[in-house]
C-alpha cells in the first residue's frame, strides 16, 4: 500500500518535471531563436555608423537552459576598435528568461574608462526578464555612483545613471526605454563649479523595416548652473519633445522646447531669459532619400566624401519638395549692461511662419535652392525694444516702413517669394 501511495505521489512530481523540462526546452529554443532574431537586427541598425555586434558564448549548461554570454561591440574601419562588451548569465525557466548583466570592466574602452573610476564599475547593476505570456522583454541597469577626488583637487561626483526599458518580441518591437540621472557635479577646480539635477531621457520606438524608427522622444532637466570666475550660467526647466510619423513614404517631425528661465551673467552684464517656447514642424521629407543620405555620408572615406553626399544627397530628399512650419517661438528677457556706458534691453518677441521648399530636379538643388523657396514669416516685438542698444536700427525700420507701430508693438510681415524677400511689402536684399 506504501508503495502504491508513493506510485501515485510520485507519478504526477514525474510528470510535472518531464512537463517543465519540455517547456524549458521550448523556452531555450525560444531564446535561441529571439537572440539571433535580436543581434541580427541590431547590426542592422549599427552598421550604417560603422559599428558591429558579436555574440560569443562563454558557458552553457543543463540542455542550455543556463549560459554565461559575451556581447562584443566593436567600431569598424581602418583601424578596428572594441568599444566594449557586456556580460551576462542567462537563465531558462519554464514561462519565463531571466539574466543578469554589466559592462565588462577589463575589455574595450569602456572598460579602461571603468578602470579609471572603480566605483562607477563596482555598484552597477543589470537584469533583464522575459515572460512567456505577456511577450514583452523587461530590463533594468544601473552603474554604481561615483564620488572622486581629481589631480587638480577638484572633485567629481556623479549619480548612478539607469536606464530602464520595455520591448515587445514581436516583428515590429514596439519599446520605450527610459534614462534618468538624479545628479552630477563637478566643484573644487579652479576653473569654476558645474552642477546638473535631474536629467531624463524618454524614448518610444519601434522597427520599421528591421530598422530602429523613434516615434517619440523626450529630455528633461530640472536646472544646470556653470560658475567660474569670468561668467556664471544657471539654467531651469529645460524640456524638449519630438514626434516623428512616416506616411506613404513622407517623413514627418514635430519638435517642441521649452525653458522656465534662463540667466547670464559676468562681471558687468546680466541677462535673465523668462519663460520661452519653441515649436518647430517639418513635413514633406523622402524617407527613402533620407535613409540613403545618412548611409552614404557615414560609408565615405573622409570629411570632403561625406560632404559631397550629404550635398548631392539632400537633392534628392527634397526633389519632392518639404517645409519647415514655425508654429511658435516666444521669449521675454531683461538685459543690464552694469559698465559706464552701458545700456540694458528688456522686452518679449513673438514669431511664427512657414517656409516651403518646391518641388524640383534633384541635380539642380544648388542653383535652384533659392528660387524654389517661398514662405512668410510673422514678427511681433514689445515697443520697449526701442529703449535698448538697437534703437537706432528699429527707428531705421520704422522709418522704412519695414516695421510698423500698432496697438504698442512693432510687427513686419516678412515674405519670401521664389528666393525673393519683402518686409511690409517693401523689397529687401539679401
Do not use: C
Amino acid at each position: 500500500m506504501g508503495k502504491t501511495l508513493a506510485l501515485i505521489i510520485g507519478l504526477p512530481v514525474i510528470a510535472i518535471g518531464a512537463a517543465a523540462g519540455y517547456v524549458t526546452y521550448q523556452n531555450v529554443e525560444r531564446y535561441d531563436a529571439l537572440s539571433q532574431q535580436s543581434l541580427q537586427q541590431l547590426n542592422q541598425a549599427l552598421m550604417p555608423q560603422g559599428i558591429s555586434v558579436r555574440l560569443e558564448e562563454v558557458e552553457r549548461g543543463f540542455l542550455g537552459a543556463n549560459r554565461e554570454e559575451l556581447y562584443h561591440f566593436r567600431l569598424l574601419g581602418e583601424e578596428p576598435t572594441d568599444l566594449f562588451s557586456i556580460r551576462q548569465h542567462v537563465s531558462i525557466e519554464p514561462y519565463r528568461a531571466s539574466g543578469t548583466f554589466v559592462v565588462d570592466s577589463q575589455l574595450g574602452l569602456a572598460g579602461v574608462l571603468l578602470q579609471q573610476l572603480p566605483e562607477l564599475a563596482a555598484g552597477q547593476q543589470g537584469e533583464w526578464w522575459l515572460k512567456g505570456n505577456e511577450e514583452r522583454i523587461y530590463a533594468r541597469y544601473q552603474t554604481g555612483a561615483v564620488n572622486m577626488p581629481l589631480p587638480d583637487g577638484s572633485t567629481l561626483s556623479v549619480a548612478p545613471l539607469i536606464l530602464q526599458t520595455e520591448t515587445a518580441t514581436d516583428a515590429a518591437a514596439k519599446g520605450k526605454a527610459t534614462l534618468s540621472m538624479a545628479s552630477a557635479s563637478l566643484t573644487g577646480s579652479a576653473q569654476g563649479d558645474a552642477r546638473l539635477n535631474r536629467f531624463e531621457l524618454d524614448i518610444a520606438s519601434h522597427l520599421r523595416n528591421g530598422s530602429p524608427f523613434i516615434d517619440k522622444a523626450s529630455y528633461r532637466i530640472g536646472d544646470l548652473s556653470v560658475s567660474s570666475p569670468q561668467l556664471k550660467v544657471k539654467l531651469q526647466g529645460l524640456v524638449s519633445e519630438q514626434a516623428a510619423l512616416v506616411d506613404r513614404g513622407v517623413l514627418a517631425s514635430l519638435t517642441t522646447l521649452k525653458v522656465s528661465n534662463l540667466r547670464v551673467s559676468s562681471a558687468d552684464k546680466d541677462l535673465s531669459v523668462d519663460t520661452s517656447r519653441l515649436s518647430l514642424y517639418l513635413d514633406g521629407i523622402n524617407w527613402q532619400a533620407y535613409q540613403q543620405l545618412l548611409v552614404n555620408a557615414q560609408n565615405s572615406t573622409d570629411e570632403a566624401a561625406a560632404t559631397s553626399e550629404l550635398l548631392k544627397g539632400a537633392g534628392n530628399v527634397l526633389a519632392s519638395g518639404a517645409s519647415v512650419t514655425l508654429e511658435t517661438l516666444e521669449t521675454a528677457f531683461i538685459f543690464n549692461d552694469l559698465s559706464p556706458a552701458g545700456m540694458g534691453a528688456s522686452g518679449d518677441i513673438k514669431l511664427h511662419g512657414k517656409v516651403i521648399m518646391a518641388a524640383g530636379d534633384a541635380a539642380s538643388l544648388q542653383q535652384d535652392f533659392r528660387t524654389r523657396l517661398n514662405g512668410e514669416l510673422q514678427v511681433n516685438l514689445s515697443r520697449s525694444l526701442m529703449q535698448s542698444p538697437l534703437a537706432e536700427h528699429f527707428v531705421s525700420l520704422l522709418d522704412a516702413g519695414m516695421l510698423e507701430d500698432q496697438d504698442g508693438r512693432l510687427t513686419s510681415r516678412l515674405i519670401l517669394n521664389q528666393g525673393e524677400l519683402s518686409a511690409n511689402g517693401i523689397s529687401v536684399g539679401f
